[in-house]
């Protein structure tokens, strides 16, 4: 709790001297259009105060896979958020960090974050540019500071000339650094599933998806509206509290009791290769969250009043649910060579399938 509190502070005097630093949204290399997916809202992030450009979303895009962002070098931002999976990390529970140290939550996936108004599980973030400060001076996760960067990237000729490029200058400063971080996770748009193409009319479902499709309608768009799959809400959805995390969610940041076990209701979108589940990773498929929510929801004193008496579920269902939720994976944004590690870009990897 104290660790939050200070990262709050931090955050709150960065905010402050924010425009100060960097006032200046002159657009210096070659402009690239935020195109909105047809029949998606208007996003909420101000681009006038970041426009994106090819030369700060390519600075943007080394610094996410750099590990000189943390402080032994081997924990760049894309060693938890991993592109084949989403932007989040396959296969484990927990984040990992600096010194072989865990977090207490399962890593979120990174996409559509130009419609998110707050960031984090919890939300205690509020804009996008000073979302990297969290994990980069987290102790068990990046470890670092942003003047131990800047200095260690001062050193780098290549990376000189990438700012020139996308500022202007040579000077690297922490606005400018989160900046180009910013444009690139504003490009990391997911909008091309199946789902997608048989709403634009380029596709149709086959049966079990449009079954699942209805079910879904009628069960679950209450949490997770369409086209985002989130509502962007915060909830507890009944998880048995960990004993040895003692995750209290948002109520880690209001300090208000009703917010007790609440986090962020996560985008569907690409679920089929985000697992595991959860906001502490404890389901490792989409089965073990079916029958928590059939069977397993606690019904506590901030447990959601759609959940209270858990969600009536067959099998049957279950079936047909599935497979309308693997329609939702894009697997176009999962290959996309753009947002790979430039030093090393790879091919999918074959030992990620749907499952």
């Known amino acids: 709790m104290r660790f939050i509190i200070s990262l709050l502070t931090l955050l709150a005097f960065i905010a402050v ?3 100060n630093k960097e006032p200046s949204t002159k657009v210096i290399g070659k402009p690239i259009p935020f195109i909105i997916p047809k ?4 996003p909420v992030y101000d681009f006038k105060k970041n426009p994106i450009t090819e030369e700060g979303f390519e600075l943007g895009r080394k610094l996410f896979y750099d590990g000189r962002l943390s402080k032994d070098g081997n924990v760049p931002c894309a060693s938890c958020h991993q592109q084949f999976c989403a932007f989040a990390t396959y296969d484990h529970n927990l984040s990992h960090g600096y010194n072989n140290s865990y977090t207490i939550r399962n890593t979120p996936t990174l996409f559509n974050l130009a419609w998110t108004k707050d960031f984090m599980l919890d939300g205690r973030i509020h804009k996008l540019e ?4 969290a994990p980069i001076t987290a102790p068990n996760e990046m470890a670092q500071n942003m003047d131990s960067i800047i200095l260690k990237l001062q050193k780098d000729s290549v990376y000189k000339r990438m700012f020139t490029k996308a500022f202007g200058s040579s000077t690297i400063t922490s606005p400018r650094i989160l900046k180009a971080l910013t444009q690139f996770m504003l490009l990391l748009v997911s909008s091309n599933s199946k789902y997608d193409k048989v709403m634009r009319g380029e596709a149709k479902f086959i049966l079990p998806e449009q079954l699942g499709y209805e ?3 009628k ?3 209450s949490c997770h509206s369409e086209p985002m799959f989130t509502d962007y809400s915060y909830r507890n959805i009944g998880m048995k509290v960990d004993t040895y995390l003692k995750d209290s969610g948002r ?6 009791r009703e917010d007790s076990l609440k ?8 679920v089929a290769f985000s ?14 969250v079916f029958e928590h929510y059939r069977k397993g929801v606690i019904d506590g004193p901030t447990t959601d009043s759609l959940l209270r008496h858990k969600m009536p579920l067959s099998n049957y269902e279950i079936g047909q649910l599935t497979a309308f939720l693997y329609s939702l994976s894009d697997t176009t944004f999962l290959k996309d060579k753009r947002f790979a590690d430039p030093s090393n870009p790879t091919a999918f990897p074959s030992f990620i399938h749907l499952h």
């Open 17 to 19: 001297s924010w425009e």
């Open 215 to 217: 079910i879904f309608e």
């Open 275 to 288: 697992a595991p589940y959860g906001h502490d990773g404890r389901f490792f498929s989409l089965i073990n």
């Open 39 to 42: 029949g998606w809202p208007k």
């Open 219 to 221: 069960k679950c768009v």
């Open 251 to 256: 109520m880690r940041v209001t300090g208000r």
């Open 130 to 133: 000073l979302q990297p400060i």
């Open 263 to 270: 986090f962020r209701v996560p985008s569907l979108r690409n």
